[in-house]
T-cell receptor, first 113, second 113 residues
Framework: DAGVTQSPTHLIKTRGQQVTLRCSPK?????VSWYQQALGQGPQFIFQ???????QRGNFPDRFSGHQFPNYSSELNVNALLLGDSALYLC????????????FGSGTQLSVL | AQSVTQLGSHVSVSEGALVLLRCNYS??????LFWYVQYPNQGLQLLLK??????LVKGINGFEAEFKKSETSFHLTKPSAHMSDAAEYFCAVGRGGYQKVTFGTGTKLQVIP
């Protein structure tokens, strides 16, 4: 049973560029949440997707956007990258919006130079 | 608003000694509380969760946590530390039905042989 998979594992970008991160949820899960984990910090909630719509959003600017596909996989897009966007980006999946138990992927380490 | 505060960013214990990681929460409604563990270069794994049932919650790998409403605490304990317990531990608070789980800043546990 495949768990949550994220790609790529590492990414290096320069300021001003755009980036797309991908996530495949655990088999059978239909809800995906994205978190940003800066070095030495806890994960910060970015947004949640369920039924291909953004359902919840944390305190992140509109440069952060996402998408969920019919097969429940998801993308996180960040435009106009800033140095401060350097972080580990974690995807978490669960079954149904009412299930508080999250399964996390290993993350994508984004470095912005 | 909901939040958690983890006391101590680094904790060191000897192998076989008691592990105690502290977490205090703030929530305007009865909280759901979680402990997650993160090993290097990996995502977060759920250790245990409290969802208003028994106040003493048992998790995986011999960990347990006690919900104390009067102290707004949810400390994580393990009677005897093992080398494999060395990791970073995150306390988190959320409310069932949504996945806007709010994480603490984490506590790195070092186990000394």
């Amino acid at each position: 049973d495949a768990g949550v998979t994220q790609s790529p594992t590492h990414l290096i970008k320069t300021r001003g560029q755009q980036v797309t991160l991908r996530c495949s949820p655990k088999s059978g899960h239909d809800t995906v949440s994205w978190y940003q984990q800066a070095l030495g910090q806890g994960p910060q909630f970015i947004f949640q997707y369920y039924e291909e719509e953004e359902r919840q959003r944390g305190n992140f600017p509109d440069r952060f956007s996402g998408h969920q596909f019919p097969n429940y996989s998801s993308e996180l897009n960040v435009n106009a990258l800033l140095l401060g966007d350097s972080a580990l980006y974690l995807c978490a999946s669960s079954l149904g919006q009412g299930d508080e138990k999250l399964f996390f992927g290993s993350g994508t380490q984004l470095s912005v130079l | 608003a909901q939040s958690v505060t983890q006391l101590g960013s680094h904790v060191s214990v000897s192998e076989g000694a008691l592990v105690l990681l502290r977490c205090n929460y703030s929530s305007s409604v009865p909280p759901y509380l979680f402990w997650y563990v993160q090993y290097p270069n990996q995502g977060l794994q759920l250790l245990l969760k409290y969802t208003s049932a028994a106040t003493l919650v048992k998790g995986i790998n011999g960990f347990e946590a006690e919900f104390k409403k009067s102290e707004t605490s949810f400390h994580l304990t393990k009677p005897s530390a093992h080398m494999s317990d060395a990791a970073e531990y995150f306390c988190a608070v959320g409310r069932g039905g949504y996945q806007k789980v709010t994480f603490g800043t984490g506590t790195k546990l070092q186990v000394i042989p």
